[in-house]
């Protein structure tokens, strides 16, 4: 049961990650990724009860989200960094500020799932994860509205750094839900072998 649902959060959560838009469409859109997580949390609800947060945050995530099936992100926010205030830099914003919510929900019911299963090993791991990458997303938004004050050849070095590092955090997120799906089925959930 643990794999089922662990494996629906993770591939909602490369959904919601990755954005690949054919002509003016997402061909990965995010309600799908939200819906998945939903799905995921639903699964275990009866078993850990503290996924309620998730179930709930996914389910309005995937209906406010449908929007985002239609604009480019990249797009928006960089009408937002150049200092455009728009009717979708401001959604998303607010799409944002609601995903951190989720993630943050994730974490909280995943430690509760770790501690649950006696996982030591996987409860400092899951704090560690949350704790950067938490920073890492509410530093994004932080960051967001004194972006557009910046000449774009000083903040070029800094975007890339950051999307590098992003990225890497990200793969270990998801590399982390890869971890969960092994609990449930007396597969060693252990960071020496993958």
Do not use: C
């Not at 275990?44 to 209906?63: D, H, M, W």
């Not at 994860?129 to 994004?140: A, H, S």
């Amino acid at each position: 049961m643990m794999r089922e649902a662990f494996s629906k959060v993770f591939w909602g959560y490369l959904f919601i990650l990755i954005e690949i838009h054919f002509l003016v469409i997402d061909v990965l859109p995010e309600p799908l990724g939200y819906y998945l997580i939903y799905a995921g949390a639903t699964a275990l609800i009866e078993t850990y009860p503290s996924g309620q947060k998730v179930r709930n945050s996914a389910l309005g995530l995937t209906f406010f989200s449908i929007p985002a099936v239609f604009i480019e992100q990249q797009a928006s926010q960089v009408s937002s960094i150049s200092g455009v205030i728009s009717g979708w830099g401001v959604y998303d914003v607010i799409l944002s500020i609601l995903h951190i919510m989720l993630i943050y929900y994730l974490f909280q019911w995943m430690k509760t799932i770790v501690r649950d299963k006696g996982k030591t090993e996987m409860i400092g791991r899951t704090i560690n994860m949350e704790r950067i990458i938490l920073f890492m997303l509410v530093g994004i938004e932080v960051v967001r509205p004194f972006a557009m004050n910046v000449s774009s050849e000083t903040f070029t070095l800094p975007v890339v750094v950051a999307i590098i590092v992003s990225i890497i955090i990200q793969i270990s997120f998801l590399a982390l839900l890869r971890r969960f799906m092994k609990l449930d089925d007396g597969g060693d959930a252990s960071y020496s072998s993958d």
